[in-house]
C-alpha cells in the first residue's frame, strides 16, 4: 500500500498563508485520485481540494479561491497552497489516495490559525 507522509503545517497568523506538502512512496499520477482533506476535532473529515489521477483539480464552493492542489513529480509530492487563512481553518490536514475504492491516509499536520 502506498505511504502518505504530511509536512508544512504550523501556526500562522489570520491572512497568512501555508504551503502543505505530502510525499507518496511510489508514483501516485495516473495510479491514484488524491486529495487533502481536514478535519476539526470531534468531526469527519471533509475535502479542502481534490487531484484526480489525470490531473485535475477540483475545489468545494467554500474553499475556492484560497486553495490551490499541485503535483510536484520530481519529489512526488502532493502540495496544497493554501492562502488568506481564517481562524476557522484551524484543523488536522490529512493527505488522501484512494485506488479502486479504498483510501490511504497520512498521519495528518496541523494548522492552527491564531493570533
Known amino acids: 500500500q502506498v505511504q502518505l507522509e504530511e509536512s508544512g503545517g504550523g501556526l500562522v497568523q489570520p491572512g497568512g498563508s501555508l504551503r502543505l506538502s505530502c510525499v507518496a512512496s511510489?508514483?501516485?499520477?495516473?495510479?491514484?485520485?488524491m486529495a487533502w482533506y481536514r478535519q476539526f476535532p470531534g468531526e469527519v473529515r471533509e475535502p479542502v481540494a481534490l487531484f484526480s489521477m489525470s490531473g485535475r483539480a477540483r475545489y468545494p464552493d467554500s474553499m475556492r479561491g484560497r486553495v490551490t492542489i499541485s503535483r510536484d513529480a520530481d519529489k512526488n509530492t502532493l502540495d496544497l497552497q493554501m492562502n488568506n487563512l481564517e481562524p476557522g481553518d484551524t484543523a488536522r490536514y490529512y493527505c488522501n489516495a484512494n485506488r479502486n475504492g479504498r483510501d490511504y491516509w497520512g498521519q495528518g499536520t496541523q494548522v492552527t490559525v491564531s493570533s
Open positions: 511510489e508514483s501516485f499520477f495516473g495510479v491514484y485520485d
